[in-house]
């Protein structure tokens, strides 16, 4: 249905556009950005990222270059541990002291910079005047008298007998 309505749309000949095989042709200002940007990457990884394997393992490395069939399961397995993480290294307890620290100082340091404000700044500070009680007793009577939030509000007592003296009345 919807390549009928293309064709209808574009004529019963419209086709995409061919697209080149040839080569992809890049700028040289490209390709020197290119090649200035993984200048400076260093050719191989840091040694803290790819550690020197322990003697034992380097051992294995050199037999496993021969036949797997002389490599028994254990030295199998150290070759696969030492090339791979596995789900148990994932899983292991990670030393997390450092964090619960940091977390609870920032909480700590929050709370207290929360408590001082409001012992220090707050102490004088008078209050506002749109808590007073006669502010709260004005507000009270503009909404009753302007009948705002009738339903539920403060005017809900004159809203429902205007609707009740309504339905009271007979009709004529």
């Keep these: 249905m919807l390549s009928t309505i293309a064709r209808r749309a574009y004529g019963s000949h419209a086709s995409a556009p061919a697209v080149s095989s040839g080569p992809i042709l890049v700028s040289t200002a490209t390709l020197d950005l290119i090649a200035q940007v993984n200048s400076g990457l260093p050719a ?3 040694k803290s990222l790819a550690p020197t394997p322990t003697p034992e393992i380097a051992a294995l490395r050199v037999k496993e270059k021969g036949s797997w069939k002389d490599l028994t399961i254990a030295e199998r397995q150290a070759l696969y541990d030492a090339s791979f993480r596995t789900f148990h290294d994932n ?3 990670k030393p997390r002291g450092a ?3 940091g977390v609870g100082a920032g ?3 929050g709370l207290l910079l929360f408590v ?3 012992l220090v700044l707050a102490r004088d500070a008078e209050t506002p005047r ?3 009680k006669e502010w709260k007793e004005a507000r009270r009577q503009i909404a009753i008298r302007t009948a705002s939030n009738p339903v539920y509000g403060e ?3 004159t809203w429902q ?4 003296n309504m339905l009271k009345k007979p009709t004529n």
Excluded: E, H, N
Aim: glycine share 8%; no cysteine.
């Design 130 to 132: 749109t808590l007073t």
């Design 155 to 157: 005017s809900r007592a």
């Design 91 to 93: 899983r292991k307890a």
């Design 99 to 101: 964090i619960y620290l």
């Design 161 to 164: 007998d205007t609707v009740f």
């Design 116 to 118: 001082l404000g409001r």
């Design 44 to 46: 191989q990884p840091p």
């Design 107 to 109: 909480v700590g340091a």
